[in-house]
C-alpha cells in the first residue's frame, strides 16, 4: 500500500463510541496507513540509525474495556518488540499527529539517556528544535514546547526520568489534524524523515 496521508474520517476514529467499533475503526482505516509508513519508513530509519530498525504497529491487544485514545507505529532495532529500547513513533490521537522519539517506562535504558540530559543540558537546549515539545506521559496528549522548557526544567525530567519507577519520556513534533501536510503522502513522509534526523542524537544518546 502506498502512504497517501491521513484524512479527518483517520482522526475521527479515535472518537468512536465503545472499544469494540473503535477497534474496528482503527483497524480498518488507520492501520493499514500505519503499516504502509512502516515499510516505506524503515529503510530510512535503519540508514539514519546504522542498523536495521524494525516497525511495530500498536494492537491494543490488553485493552478490555477502555477504548484507546491514540495509536500508533514505532520502529527499533529489535524484531521482537519495541517496548524494552528506546524508539521512535509516528501516531495519532483524535486532536494530532505525533513523531516522536521515546524512551518509556519498560526500557533500561532510561538512566543512560537521564544521565546524559543531565551532563548535556545546555546542548540538548541547543539542538532540539523550538517548536519540537517534551512529554512524561504517553498517555497525555499535551506537553511542553521546547522553547518554553528551562535547562532546570530538563534536569528535573531526567532525575525524575532516573528515580521513578513509570517515568518514561518523550521529545518530537505535533501536527495539528487540520494541517494540510497531514493531507500529502510525500510531504509529511520528508517531514516525518526531517523530525527523526533531528532527534537522531536523543536516540543515540540513549544507549
Keep these: 500500500m502506498t502512504f497517501n496521508g491521513f484524512t479527518e474520517q483517520d482522526f475521527d476514529s479515535l472518537t468512536v463510541p465503545g472499544l469494540e467499533p473503535r477497534m474496528e475503526a482503527i483497524i480498518s482505516r488507520v492501520r493499514p496507513k500505519l503499516e504502509a509508513l ?17 516497525p511495530h504497529v500498536a494492537k491494543h491487544a490488553r485493552r478490555k474495556v477502555n477504548p484507546p485514545i491514540d495509536t500508533w507505529i514505532a520502529w527499533a ?55 519540537f515539545y517534551w512529554s512524561m506521559d504517553h498517555m497525555d496528549p ?47 513522509t520528508a517531514k516525518i524523515e526531517e523530525t527523526f534526523g533531528s532527534l537522531l542524537p536523543l536516540y543515540q544518546a540513549s544507549f
Excluded: W
Design 38 to 54: 512502516g515499510g516505506a519508513l524503515s529503510p530510512y530509519l535503519s540508514v539514519l540509525c546504522g542498523e536495521d530498525m524494525f
Design 77 to 131: 532495532s529489535s524484531k521482537r518488540g519495541y517496548k524494552a529500547l528506546p524508539h521512535f513513533e509516528v501516531g495519532m490521537f483524535s486532536t494530532h499527529l505525533f513523531i516522536i522519539f521515546a524512551v518509556i517506562y519498560e526500557s533500561p535504558n532510561k538512566a543512560v539517556f537521564a544521565d546524559y540530559v543531565q551532563k548535556h543540558t545546555a546542548k540538548i537546549k541547543k539542538a532540539v528544535p523550538g517548536e
Design 142 to 188: 499535551g506537553g511542553k514546547l521546547h522553547t518554553d522548557t528551562s535547562s532546570q526544567a530538563l534536569k528535573d525530567m531526567a532525575e525524575k526520568l532516573k528515580t521513578v519507577k513509570k517515568a518514561e519520556i518523550m521529545c518530537g513534533l505535533r501536527i495539528e489534524r487540520d494541517d494540510p501536510i497531514l493531507r500529502d503522502g510525500e510531504k509529511l
